[in-house]
């Protein structure tokens, strides 16, 4: 059996179940962790800011008013769901 190479994700996407009970706990996990890489200030939220750096280091290129969108965005989904 050949070893996979590491591919840089998160270390506990090597080590989720493949049982639906094992797999919720574990998505959290990877969230939280892009979560606390992108929470630059680590004050819990991820603010306009902060999401403009994400989307540039991933080569996309937001005005302000598509960041602010995606932002507002985000948050009724989280309303949502509460």
């Not at 070893?3 to 919720?24: K, W």
């Not at 890489?37 to 800011?49: A, F, N, Q, R, Y």
Request: with cysteine; charged share 30%.
């Amino acid at each position: 059996m050949r070893a996979r190479p590491h591919t840089g994700a998160p270390s506990s996407s090597r080590t989720c179940g493949a049982s639906r009970r094992h797999r919720a706990p574990c998505v959290r996990r990877r969230f939280r962790e892009i979560f606390n890489l992108v929470d630059l200030d680590k004050g819990g939220t991820i603010d306009k800011e902060e999401l403009k750096q994400l989307m540039n280091t991933l080569g996309l290129k937001p005005s302000q008013v598509r960041a602010h969108a995606g932002l507002q965005t985000a948050r009724r989904s989280l309303l949502e769901k509460r």
